[in-house]
């Protein structure tokens, strides 16, 4: 049990202290883009952990929306789902959203403006 134990438990730590960014695609329904947009900058003012979040227009389609986000950790963006402001974001811009693809869950390792985290 011991080595895998601690394997196990560093593994654990480890996730729960580095940071968590995420890469999603999230299509539009046509012509909506813009009102997507306006939806999600609503419910991001105050995300506690967020360092960076970007809403960026595809420069080929004109309903594709890029998301890059950055966390402190894991936990603070899965805990910004339960926000109230969040929420009501997420509800006014659902019937916006034709797709929604995960591309990547990533562990940004540096950034300008970033902490600096051993």
Same mark, same amino acid.
């Given at each position: 049990?011991?080595?895998? @134990? /601690?394997?196990?438990?560093?593994?654990?730590r480890? =996730?729960?202290?580095e940071?968590?960014? %995420?890469i999603?695609?999230?299509?539009?329904?046509p012509?909506r883009?813009?009102? +997507?947009?306006?939806? +999600?900058? =609503?419910g991001?003012?105050?995300?506690?952990?967020c %360092?960076?979040y970007?809403?960026a227009? &595809?420069?080929?389609?004109?309903? /594709? +929306? @890029? /998301?890059?986000e950055v @966390? &402190?950790?894991?936990? $603070?963006? &899965?805990? $910004? %789902? $339960? %926000? !109230?402001?969040v929420k009501?974001?997420?509800?006014?811009?659902? !019937?916006? /959203?034709?797709? *929604? =693809?995960k591309?990547?869950?990533?562990?940004?390792? @540096?950034?300008v403006? *970033?902490?600096?985290?051993?």
């Amino acid at each position: 049990m011991g080595a895998a @134990w /601690i394997t196990s438990n560093a593994v654990a730590r480890a =996730e729960a202290t580095e940071m968590y960014g %995420l890469i999603a695609k999230i299509t539009s329904t046509p012509g909506r883009r813009d009102d +997507l947009i306006g939806a +999600l900058k =609503e419910g991001t003012d105050a995300m506690p952990g967020c %360092l960076s979040y970007v809403v960026a227009k &595809d420069a080929v389609d004109s309903n /594709i +929306l @890029w /998301i890059t986000e950055v @966390w &402190d950790t894991a936990a $603070s963006h &899965d805990g $910004s %789902l $339960s %926000l !109230p402001a969040v929420k009501a974001s997420i509800a006014k811009a659902k !019937p916006l /959203i034709a797709g *929604f =693809e995960k591309i990547a869950a990533t562990t940004p390792a @540096w950034g300008v403006g *970033f902490p600096t985290k051993i």
